[in-house]
Every structure is written in structure tokens, then in C-alpha cells.
């Protein structure tokens, strides 16, 4: 199976930004780790702060892979563009969030691209992407 995980701006600083919303440890370190876990499955990797590359990466595997994990950032919050990509692919997308997006300003309440995804999952730290991949495999498994 292959997965790939898209994080949008910003989110190459985890490990370094505001340490008390996002922990840390870097999201490499933490890829690392998820791939050891998951030796199994074919699981990539992808971070730009470019809303465009994060559609072209949409487009470039929506077809042909298993699955995607996105944390789009800010632009979950304001991208149709993004929700279009999403709409348009013919897999799963799984959204997910390192933080508690309800618990934050009120304008990360609501997400755009949420409505395309087959789930969201958010406020539990880095471990939001890992029950992400257990319920894209959990999907895959099913169909």
C-alpha cells in the first residue's frame, strides 16, 4: 500500500515553533519513527508552504496511491482550492491537525477542506497522523 503525508506551511518548523501547541520533536524524527512502525507500508512524504505545490502533490498521486494524510496548516481554513484537489482525486484523504483546532481562535474552527475528507482527527500532538494511517489501513482493509 502507499500513502502519502502532505504538511502545508509552517509545519517545517515543528520541533522549533511554539513549542507548547506543537511539541518538540520534528516531523522528520517523527516520520522516521512512523515508517519503522509501519515497515509494511509504502509511506512518503511531502512539506511545502506553496498552497499550488500542495495541489500539484494532490494531483500527482491521487490517482495511483492508496491514500493521503493532510495537514494543510492555515489553509485548511481557507483553501478551496485545496478541497477542489481533494474532491477530484479518486482516493481517501485523511485531514489531521497536531493541535485541538477547537480550542484555538475561532477562525480554526471551521475547515474547507474538511468536507472532502473521509475523516479529520485532531488534538493529540504528532500522534494525529499515526491514527490517521491506522484508519486509512482500517479503510483499505474494508473495501
Known amino acids: ?20 501547541i506543537y511539541g518538540e520533536v520534528s516531523f522528520e524524527t517523527y516520520f522516521q519513527q512512523l515508517k519503522e512502525k509501519y515497515d509494511k507500508v509504502n509511506l512518503e512524504y511531502y512539506q511545502s508552504n506553496i498552497e499550488g505545490e500542495l495541489i500539484n502533490e494532490i494531483h500527482r498521486v491521487g490517482f495511483s496511491y492508496d491514500g493521503i494524510i493532510i495537514n494543510a496548516g492555515a489553509y485548511t481554513h481557507t483553501s478551496l482550492a485545496l478541497a477542489d484537489a481533494i474532491a477530484a482525486v479518486n482516493m481517501p484523504v485523511i485531514e489531521v491537525h ?37 484508519g486509512l489501513l482500517n479503510h483499505c482493509d474494508k473495501r
Not at 500500500?1 to 515553533?17: D, E, K, Q, S, V
Open 1 to 20: 500500500m502507499n500513502f502519502l503525508i502532505i504538511n502545508g506551511p509552517n509545519l517545517n518548523l515543528l520541533g522549533t515553533r511554539e513549542k507548547s
Open 98 to 134: 497536531i493541535s485541538n483546532v477547537h480550542k484555538r481562535e475561532e477562525l480554526r474552527h471551521k475547515t474547507m477542506i474538511g468536507k472532502c475528507c473521509l475523516g479529520t482527527i485532531s488534538g493529540f500532538g504528532l500522534d494525529s497522523y499515526r491514527l490517521g494511517l491506522e
